[in-house]
């Protein structure tokens, strides 16, 4: 390749990258400070990933979006309670699946069918009990906003949304 090709190329590399760097700078949910699904607050100190950090801000984000009254505040506490609580069921439900891993294979799976059917009982009562109970004290048109927010799996927030 010629020294002046190169220099094109390189030129092209440059101005690409910039570019790229622009369109990313623009984009909502990106940058310094910003978790997934453009979330800001979702980071921790030194910008790694901080899982409660994400939970407190999509709840922040869903309390806005659905417009939460102070009627509707104890049914929203709960809600946020409970969603709290899956994660911390999460953390250790992951921690016991990371503590297995020197076990046999079987015991390992075993093991392994014993947290998912934990997490099932689980789902099941926060879906019953704290959505059931928080989507009862919405208005329709909350609840319409709630249908498009609300357990719809997205990046940061497990499988469930939250």
Known sequence: MTSTRKIIVGI????????????????PGSGPGMGPMGVPGA??????????????????????????TAAQEPAWNDYT????????????????AAQSATLPAPQRMLQHLDLMQQHLVSMRSFVTQDV???????????????DKLLGKPHRGFGRHGA
Do not use: C
């Not at 969603?83 to 069921?89: M, R």
């Open 81 to 96: 309670a409970a969603v709290k609580a899956q994660l911390d069921a999460m953390k250790a439900a992951r921690t016991a």
């Open 12 to 27: 092209a590399t440059v101005l690409s990258l910039g570019m790229a760097a622009a369109v990313h700078a623009q984009t």
């Open 132 to 146: 059931q109970k928080l989507y009862s004290a919405l208005t329709p048109e909350q609840q319409a906003v709630a």
């Open 43 to 68: 980071r921790g100190p030194g910008g790694n990933f901080d899982p409660a950090a994400m939970l407190d801000a999509r709840m922040t984000y869903l309390k806005s979006a659905l417009k939460i």
